[in-house]
């Protein structure tokens, strides 16, 4: 009797068994085709960062804030008593993306964007100079615009 | 076969060769029609076998080559494959170790002879066409054990014992359960069997009588085991064992066996389609698709079922795999052997 319990069992978890693949055979799967489709990230993700060079005050707050010290920030005072701000490096090799930097900022021009494929080829492109690229960024609005901003005026 | 002889025959240079020539090339076509056919169909089933176990899986399988849901995997694959090094390891038996991968593709290629696919393409119809082809895959066991062997490798080894007591083994209840229809139809030739079927579903051997129904799941679940298909893949399981018996085995000498297994599970297909699934009889009494897309549909879905249940069932224990041969589908095949036989009396099919 046992005997016959056993093959009858056998055969029908089998069965269960079979059902259950064949239900997942026909539901969607979860493979993100990854180069071609991409996930939306959460709008506070920690990504790459950006600099809003004309808010910055160049206080240091950010600087100072970062538990491995990986930005380097100098400034002049300039004539109107203001810190010019010459060099806004942060080496991301050392950064581990916490997030401390763009909470200590007084007014909020630091921000971490939903950036995240920043693998590059040299370890020199790992070092954001984030003043520079807030230049670029705005001359190259301004060549798309094909117009100068008024002199002075802060956009 | 014979009617790619009599095409030959009629056409006008070739008419003054003679008939032993005519003969050798149109065995010669016929083979290369075969081929090709299982070369298609084992690239289709590569394919088919990873988009499948990846929906099993909720992935999605091979999606990039060719565009298409990766339809051309299998043939960046076989190419792949083609320009692989060749290796053979220092203390194998080379002769041997060379031979193996031929002799396995080779019996499992044979036995396609006396397969009817339709009608009229069939290699040869021997009166004892079934009994042919459990005499010549017998021999892919031989194969095996060369490759083992000869490896010089304690998995290849303990892959290929395996494999052998497995194929002996289960040699039985296919036997007994083939031995069914073989009563039902009264004749050993496939094409005498699959013709018996004919007239709809429920002519098909498998709904005939309460014995020949489970005498297909017999002849099926141990067929699985004769091919080393998961749930019985012990002779390659690479888990334990490496890859088995073909461990030591690189770029062509690889592909043929794995040729062979993918034709082999076609094999199987065919074989239980034209025995109980009314071969390349369709559904309706009435003709309704041709002959060759009837046999191809069913036996593509019994290869479907044997993938399936590759990627539902974990793998047997050695002795959990002699137990269901030994104890359980070869009494039940007896059981359906005799069964049948009084069956055919009492319902005066005799």
Same mark, same amino acid.
């Given at each position: 009797?046992?005997?016959?319990? $056993?093959?009858?069992?056998?055969?029908?978890?089998?069965?269960?068994?079979?059902?259950?693949?064949? =239900?997942?055979?026909?539901?969607?799967?979860?493979?993100?085709?990854?180069?071609?489709?991409?996930?939306?990230?959460?709008?506070?993700?920690?990504?790459?960062?950006?600099?809003?060079? $004309?808010?910055?005050?160049?206080?240091?707050? &950010?600087?100072?804030?970062?538990?491995?010290?990986?930005?380097?920030?100098?400034?002049?005072?300039?004539?109107? +008593?203001?810190? =010019?701000?010459?060099?806004? $490096?942060? $080496?991301?090799?050392?950064?581990?993306? &916490?997030?401390?930097?763009?909470?200590?900022?007084?007014?909020?021009?630091?921000?971490?964007?939903?950036?995240?494929?920043?693998? &590059?080829?040299?370890?020199?492109?790992?070092?954001?100079?984030?003043? +520079?690229?807030?230049?670029? =960024?705005?001359?190259?609005?301004?060549?798309?615009?094909?117009?100068?901003?008024?002199?002075?005026?802060?956009? | #076969?014979?009617?790619?002889?009599?095409?030959?025959?009629?056409?006008?240079? *070739?008419?003054?060769?003679?008939?032993?020539?005519?003969? %050798?090339?149109? #065995?010669?076509?016929?083979?290369?029609?075969?081929?090709?056919?299982?070369?298609?169909?084992?690239?289709?089933?590569?394919?088919?076998?990873?988009?499948?176990?990846?929906?099993?899986?909720?992935?999605?399988?091979?999606?990039?080559?060719?565009?298409?849901?990766?339809?051309?995997?299998?043939?960046?694959?076989?190419?792949? *494959?083609?320009?692989?090094?060749?290796?053979?390891?220092?203390?194998?038996?080379?002769?041997?170790?060379?031979?193996?991968?031929?002799?396995?593709?080779?019996?499992?290629?044979?036995?396609?002879?006396?397969?009817?696919?339709?009608?009229?393409? !069939?290699?040869?119809?021997?009166?004892?066409?079934?009994?042919?082809?459990?005499?010549?895959?017998?021999?892919?066991?031989?194969? !095996?054990?060369?490759?083992?062997?000869?490896?010089?490798?304690?998995?290849?080894?303990?892959?290929?014992?395996?494999?052998?007591?497995?194929?002996?083994?289960?040699?039985?209840? /296919?036997?007994?359960?083939?031995?069914?229809?073989?009563?039902?139809?009264?004749?050993?030739?496939?094409?005498?069997?699959?013709?018996?079927?004919?007239?709809?579903?429920?002519?098909?051997?498998?709904?005939?009588?309460?014995?020949? @129904?489970?005498?297909?799941?017999?002849?099926?679940?141990?067929? /699985?085991?004769?091919?080393?298909?998961?749930?019985?893949?012990?002779?390659?399981?690479?888990?334990?064992?490496?890859?088995?018996?073909?461990?030591?085995?690189?770029?062509?000498?690889?592909?043929?066996?794995?040729?062979?297994?993918?034709?082999? #599970?076609? %094999?199987?297909?065919? /074989?239980?389609?034209?025995?109980?699934?009314?071969?390349?009889?369709?559904?309706?009494?009435?003709?309704?698709?041709?002959? @060759?897309?009837?046999? !191809?549909?069913?036996?593509?879905?019994?290869?479907?079922?044997?993938?399936?249940?590759?990627?539902? %069932?974990?793998?047997?224990?050695?002795?959990? %795999?002699?137990?269901?041969?030994?104890?359980?589908?070869?009494?039940?095949?007896?059981?359906?052997?005799?069964?049948?036989?009084?069956?055919?009396? @009492?319902?005066?099919?005799?």
């Amino acid at each position: 009797m046992k005997y016959l319990r $056993d093959i009858f069992e056998g055969i029908w978890t089998a069965i269960v068994g079979l059902g259950i693949t064949m =239900k997942y055979l026909f539901t969607p799967s979860v493979t993100v085709q990854y180069p071609d489709e991409r996930i939306a990230v959460s709008p506070n993700f920690r990504g790459r960062f950006h600099l809003k060079l $004309d808010k910055c005050t160049g206080c240091q707050a &950010c600087a100072r804030a970062c538990p491995v010290d990986c930005i380097l920030i100098e400034t002049k005072r300039g004539e109107d +008593k203001k810190l =010019k701000i010459l060099k806004f $490096d942060i $080496d991301v090799t050392k950064c581990m993306f &916490c997030g401390l930097c763009v909470e200590a900022c007084p007014v909020a021009s630091l921000e971490m964007g939903q950036e995240y494929e920043l693998s &590059c080829y040299s370890r020199k492109d790992m070092i954001y100079s984030l003043d +520079k690229e807030y230049l670029e =960024k705005e001359s190259e609005k301004v060549a798309t615009k094909g117009e100068l901003p008024p002199s002075g005026e802060v956009t | #076969m014979q009617a790619i002889f009599e095409i030959l025959k009629s056409i006008y240079p *070739l008419r003054h060769l003679s008939e032993i020539l005519l003969l %050798l090339l149109s #065995m010669v076509i016929f083979s290369a029609i075969i081929l090709g056919i299982i070369a298609i169909l084992v690239m289709f089933f590569v394919w088919w076998e990873r988009k499948v176990a990846g929906h099993i899986q909720s992935r999605l399988g091979p999606m990039r080559v060719g565009g298409w849901h990766g339809w051309a995997q299998s043939i960046a694959d076989g190419i792949k *494959l083609l320009l692989k090094e060749d290796i053979i390891p220092a203390n194998a038996d080379r002769m041997l170790f060379k031979m193996a991968p031929y002799i396995v593709f080779a019996s499992s290629f044979a036995a396609f002879a006396t397969i009817p696919m339709t009608r009229s393409l !069939i290699g040869a119809d021997l009166n004892i066409g079934i009994f042919y082809i459990l005499a010549i895959t017998s021999l892919i066991v031989i194969g !095996i054990l060369m490759a083992g062997w000869s490896s010089s490798n304690k998995w290849s080894l303990y892959g290929a014992m395996r494999s052998a007591a497995q194929i002996v083994s289960y040699e039985v209840p /296919i036997g007994l359960s083939i031995l069914v229809p073989v009563m039902a139809a009264g004749s050993l030739s496939i094409k005498d069997i699959a013709e018996a079927q004919s007239g709809g579903i429920f002519s098909w051997y498998i709904f005939r009588s309460p014995f020949l @129904f489970i005498s297909f799941f017999t002849y099926y679940i141990a067929a /699985i085991a004769e091919v080393n298909r998961t749930p019985f893949d012990l002779p390659e399981a690479e888990s334990e064992l490496v890859a088995g018996f073909h461990t030591e085995y690189s770029g062509m000498r690889f592909a043929m066996f794995f040729l062979a297994e993918y034709a082999n #599970m076609f %094999l199987v297909g065919s /074989i239980a389609t034209l025995l109980f699934l009314g071969g390349w009889n369709g559904i309706l009494p009435r003709p309704m698709l041709p002959e @060759f897309v009837n046999f !191809i549909l069913k036996s593509l879905f019994l290869v479907f079922v044997m993938i399936w249940l590759r990627w539902t %069932l974990p793998r047997l224990r050695v002795d959990q %795999l002699m137990y269901v041969c030994w104890k359980v589908l070869v009494p039940i095949s007896f059981f359906c052997l005799i069964g049948h036989g009084v069956w055919m009396v @009492f319902m005066g099919e005799a």
